[in-house]
């Protein structure tokens, strides 16, 4: 017996959010004689199937659509092209920020050190007063 507790430390989820899931009627996880959760292969794998899908930014509808639709290749196609198309875009986006934060790191870092030299020289310099 696999139970909600197993499976959410597995996937770093809480139960709260597998039993989401189960409510929106993602998944459906079989129960044991007791009516507790016993989740057996198929279920852990809609589960994880659903967080990919939700890692990158598919949202619920079109989750429940692509799992109701799981024969209907072209309309998987469809919808799963179109969220790549905005991971992609996303990535992209991410990519410009880290460029520009390499960027920033880079004249921040000359500065600093600049600044650093700056205060070294000016104690290197500065006059030494002898004790009377």
Known sequence: MITIKEVSEKFGI???TIRFYEKEKLVAIPR???GIRDFD??????????????N???SLEDIRQVLAHSNDH?????VLARTKE???????????TRSYLHRKIAIHQELAE????DKQSSYDYSPVHKAE
């Open 32 to 34: 044991n004689e007791r």
């Open 56 to 58: 990158v930014g598919m």
């Open 14 to 16: 809480t139960t709260h």
């Open 86 to 96: 905005e991971l992609d875009r996303k990535i992209m986006e991410l990519e410009e």
């Open 74 to 78: 072209n309309f998987s196609l469809q």
């Open 114 to 117: 600049k600044e650093t030299m």
């Open 41 to 54: 292969e198929h279920s852990i794998t809609r589960v994880k199937t659903i967080l990919h899908y939700r």
